[in-house]
């Protein structure tokens, strides 16, 4: 299989992997045929890109970080939870911030909550993600598809499983990666309290939007904090997830150091927790490589040079190295094209992953020059040095 751009979708193509909506549900299962009135439809929806099941590339196989099925579930929960403050604020929509605050504080909304079962699950799931996750060796690379209109479910699920499989990497215990799943799961509940429309026009935010947004993970914070199921870890993560280095994030201006020493102190005064590190970092990730209502998805590779120019200002130095080291600019079964010595111009797709050396796969040539389908050969790009790829093409 291989990852195909919406836009060179043609009928008659087989669909490699499901889509799943944002409500978790499956919206076209693999294997489906695709017809006019699918690709218009995907289209329509936002969808940027899909799997393709190719006979030339059968043997490559993209797995899910996750099961499909842990993943519904999560979305699925999320969403449910998500709902609670809602439903409980909707009489004071367009209520100012302090009078949501004094609401959360003061409302049902905690002991709502505190009591729903779709909460309890939440620990449950952190499990499990943890567990399936720890599985891996390596991450894929590539979130879940998404359109710009459901960002916010699927986006709280890719953020957990990057941000795990790199907490592990720096060596934290399996009670800690579930808080900060748990934590990660939820660092966005404050948006849903804040007026839906400015997360999705496409226009540059007011200076007092802007200051509305920045209120979220405050508003998150204050929800969650006190509920024994969250704990403190997690309702910290969602206060501290929009904190930089530099001390310019938000809310409360907090510092990094631009490393990750053991052993680690999780409270600092005046320092972000390394865990809520992570989950900035992990989150920038998903946001570049997601489309947005302003912009398309940007590519892995692409995606590491926008944060490369971050790291030690926005982004902690020792976290992004180490995103190196789990994602692959290349993922598996992406389509790029060849930049450099006599192949120039042709067209492969990544059909290995050389866990040494992330950056430099090996792909399988399927077009030359003239974008003429020719009998496939493989490149080893660690093995020929002199061979560059110029980017992704989706
Ligand atoms: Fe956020």
């Given at each position: 299989?291989?990852?195909?751009?919406?836009?060179y979708?043609?009928p008659?193509?087989?669909?490699g992997k499901a889509?799943i909506?944002?409500?978790?549900?499956?919206l076209?299962n693999?294997g489906?045929?695709?017809t006019?009135?699918?690709?218009?439809?995907?289209?329509?929806?936002?969808?940027d890109a899909?799997?393709?099941?190719?006979?030339?590339t059968t043997?490559?196989?993209?797995?899910?970080?996750?099961k499909?099925?842990?993943?519904?579930?999560?979305?699925?929960?999320?969403r449910?939870?998500?709902?609670?403050?809602?439903?409980?604020?909707k009489?004071?929509?367009k209520a100012?911030?302090?009078?949501?605050?004094?609401?959360?504080?003061?409302?049902?909304?905690?002991?709502k909550?505190?009591?729903?079962?779709?909460l309890?699950?939440i620990?449950?799931?952190?499990?499990?993600?943890?567990d399936e996750?720890?599985?891996?060796?390596?991450?894929?690379?590539?979130?879940?598809?998404?359109?710009?209109s459901?960002?916010?479910y699927k986006?709280?699920?890719?953020?957990t499983?990057?941000?795990v499989?790199?907490a592990?990497?720096?060596?934290?215990?399996k009670?800690?990666?579930?808080?900060?799943?748990?934590?990660?799961?939820l660092?966005?509940?404050g948006?849903?309290?804040?007026?839906?429309?400015?997360?999705e026009e496409p226009?540059?935010?007011?200076?007092?939007?802007?200051?509305?947004?920045?209120?979220?993970?405050?508003?998150?914070?204050?929800?969650?904090k006190?509920?024994?199921?969250?704990?403190?870890?997690?309702?910290?993560?969602?206060?501290q997830h929009?904190?930089?280095?530099?001390?310019?994030?938000?809310?409360r201006?907090?510092?990094?150091?631009?490393?990750?020493?053991?052993?680690?102190k999780?409270i600092?005064?005046?320092y972000i927790?390394?865990?809520?590190?992570?989950?900035y970092?992990?989150?920038?990730?998903?946001?570049?490589?997601?489309?947005?209502?302003?912009?398309s998805?940007?590519t892995?590779?692409?995606?590491?040079?926008?944060?490369k120019?971050?790291?030690?200002t926005?982004?902690n130095?020792?976290?992004?190295k180490?995103?190196?080291?789990?994602?692959?600019?290349?993922?598996?079964?992406?389509t790029?094209?060849?930049s450099t010595?006599?192949?120039?111009?042709?067209?492969?797709v990544?059909?290995?992953?050389?866990?040494?050396?992330?950056?430099r796969?090996?792909?399988?040539?399927?077009?030359?020059d003239?974008?003429?389908?020719?009998?496939?050969?493989?490149?080893?790009?660690?093995?020929n040095?002199h061979i560059?790829i110029?980017?992704?093409?989706i």
């Amino acid at each position: 299989m291989y990852r195909v751009s919406v836009d060179y979708l043609k009928p008659g193509m087989i669909l490699g992997k499901a889509i799943i909506s944002d409500t978790g549900t499956v919206l076209l299962n693999k294997g489906v045929k695709l017809t006019e009135f699918y690709i218009d439809k995907l289209k329509k929806l936002g969808y940027d890109a899909v799997f393709i099941e190719d006979p030339e590339t059968t043997d490559i196989v993209v797995e899910d970080d996750i099961k499909e099925q842990t993943r519904r579930r999560a979305i699925q929960h999320i969403r449910a939870l998500f709902s609670i403050p809602v439903q409980e604020l909707k009489d004071v929509k367009k209520a100012t911030i302090n009078e949501i605050k004094k609401n959360i504080e003061t409302g049902r909304i905690k002991e709502k909550l505190a009591n729903s079962k779709v909460l309890k699950n939440i620990g449950a799931i952190s499990y499990q993600i943890v567990d399936e996750v720890l599985d891996n060796k390596m991450l894929s690379g590539l979130v879940s598809f998404k359109r710009y209109s459901d960002f916010t479910y699927k986006h709280c699920v890719d953020v957990t499983v990057l941000s795990v499989a790199l907490a592990d990497k720096f060596l934290y215990d399996k009670n800690k990666l579930v808080e900060l799943a748990k934590g990660c799961l939820l660092h966005d509940i404050g948006r849903v309290l804040i007026d839906k429309s400015l997360y999705e026009e496409p226009r540059k935010l007011s200076k007092e939007e802007f200051e509305i947004i920045k209120t979220h993970p405050t508003l998150g914070y204050i929800t969650l904090k006190d509920i024994a199921d969250i704990g403190i870890i997690a309702a910290h993560i969602v206060y501290q997830h929009h904190e930089q280095q530099n001390g310019d994030g938000y809310p409360r201006g907090l510092k990094g150091d631009n490393t990750m020493p053991l052993p680690r102190k999780e409270i600092r005064k005046g320092y972000i927790m390394p865990l809520a590190e992570i989950v900035y970092a992990a989150n920038v990730y998903d946001a570049l490589v997601s489309p947005r209502v302003y912009r398309s998805a940007y590519t892995p590779d692409q995606a590491f040079f926008i944060m490369k120019r971050m790291a030690g200002t926005h982004i902690n130095r020792e976290v992004l190295k180490m995103m190196f080291e789990v994602i692959p600019a290349y993922p598996l079964g992406t389509t790029v094209i060849i930049s450099t010595g006599k192949f120039k111009n042709y067209i492969a797709v990544v059909s290995k992953i050389n866990r040494e050396n992330l950056s430099r796969p090996v792909i399988r040539v399927l077009y030359n020059d003239r974008k003429k389908r020719i009998e496939p050969f493989e490149i080893d790009l660690a093995a020929n040095p002199h061979i560059n790829i110029s980017g992704i093409i989706i």
